[in-house]
């Protein structure tokens, strides 16, 4: 069984900056992608970004791209999210989640199979 905790939510300033982290269980991180997606109230879970295996690879939602960075630490099995000029639209719960492949690129919420609960990001105008 794999755990992802996420941390690093709250409250914000529009143009403020937040990182968000997610911790994994287990001895097989590096093997896997990760991706990180959002959902605000009344919206479907939408993509955000997401790293292959080794961190040498992202990808990013055109709403936060040049914005929004991903990179992993495997030796802490720990995948981040850092957030630069946030903006009100980005306020949703944010979810970290693991892929079923190692490369990444992956868009689509049901090509993951491990899930965090969840961390909520406001932004304020």
């Known amino acids: 069984q794999v755990h992802l905790v996420e941390s690093g939510g709250g409250l914000v300033q529009a143009g403020g900056s937040l990182r968000l982290s997610c911790a994994a269980s287990?001895?097989?991180?590096?093997?896997?992608?990760m991706g990180w997606f959002r959902q605000a109230p009344g919206k479907e879970r939408v993509f955000v970004a997401a790293?292959?295996?080794?961190?040498?690879?992202?990808y990013y939602a055109d709403s936060v791209k040049g914005r929004f960075t991903i990179s992993r630490d495997n030796a802490k099995n720990t995948v981040y999210l850092q957030m630069n000029s946030l903006k009100p639209e980005d306020t949703a719960l944010y979810y970290c989640?693991?892929?079923?492949?190692?490369?990444?690129?992956?868009?689509?919420?049901?090509?993951?199979?491990?899930w965090g609960q969840g961390t909520q990001v406001t932004v304020s105008s």
């Open positions: 989640a693991r892929n079923k492949n190692a490369q990444g690129g992956e868009r689509v919420a049901g090509t993951y199979d491990y």
């Open positions: 287990g001895r097989t991180f590096s093997n896997y992608a």
């Open positions: 790293i292959n295996w080794s961190g040498g690879s992202t």
